[in-house]
């Protein structure tokens, strides 16, 4: 498959389940979410980011906003492909800043992605018993520079989990381990009520069922790019509302 394959670009949202832009912190924000799936946002929201050409995001600030979506079937993945792929521009280094979690008070997500530590380093953490993180404890995702962007992505496919900066792999495992379940909310930019994202994430997708090839990856990263991409707004022909 070349990236020139794309001409309608509507298989791109096949077996997305969730796709956040970034510009709203409600609803408004989510052009593809399952159906009776409820997004609550919390805390003060300010500073937001002027991309130009009209294109302003929310701004998490570290400490009070998060988004929390219901529970749903669609945050299940279980031992099957997925996808979850973003933008994102840190502003500080902040001990454990999350991305995405489905969150728990208890210590083991089943699946938690950011920032463990006050370094310049994103890891993932899978939890397939919830008591330990014996599918991924930390595994590093990438480096990065604060105030830049940066595109990120977690695949699964069959028993292989390969992550992505930039398109470019950065790590590569194998598991045969089913992903638990402990039917949370997943949440955007929190974990543990404890744990905030302080900066701003762009077209966060969340694939079920499918793992994305690189030429479709890099061809997400190409649209949605933060300053140059023309966006996937413009491109769902009537998938709005998928499941």
């Known amino acids: 498959m070349t990236l020139g394959f794309y001409t309608s670009y509507s298989e791109l949202f096949t077996g997305c389940v969730l796709h956040f832009t970034g510009v709203s912190e409600t609803n408004l924000g989510f052009p593809i979410i399952p159906s009776g799936v409820t997004v609550t946002p919390a805390g003060t929201w300010s500073n937001p980011l002027d991309l ?10 570290g400490s009070t906003n998060y ?10 993945f279980g031992s099957g492909d997925f996808t979850v792929c973003w ?32 370094e310049l380093s994103l890891g993932c953490y899978i939890s397939a018993d919830g008591s330990s993180y014996g599918i991924a404890n930390g595994v590093t995702m990438g480096s990065f520079t604060l105030n830049t962007w940066a595109h990120f992505a977690l695949i699964r496919s069959g028993n292989t989990f390969t992550t992505y900066k930039n ?10 381990s089913a992903i638990y379940d402990n039917s949370n909310a997943l949440s955007i930019a929190k ?38 991409g023309s966006g996937l707004l413009p491109l769902y022909q009537g998938v709005r509302g998928i499941e």
């Open 52 to 61: 130009g050409t009209n294109k302003i995001l929310k701004t998490f600030d």
């Open 67 to 76: 988004i929390e979506v219901s529970d749903n079937a669609a945050w299940d």
């Open 87 to 118: 933008w994102d521009r840190r502003s500080t280094t902040s001990l454990g800043e999350t991305i995405l979690s489905r969150d728990s008070t208890t210590l083991y997500s089943p699946y938690l992605i950011g920032y463990p530590s006050a």
């Open 167 to 176: 398109g470019t792999v950065t790590t590569s495992f194998s598991s045969t």
């Open 191 to 228: 974990a543990q009520n404890m744990y905030y994202f302080n900066g701003n994430t762009k077209d966060l997708l969340i694939y079920k069922g499918r793992a994305l090839t690189l030429p479709e990856l890099t061809t997400i990263m190409r649209l949605t790019h933060p300053t140059t």
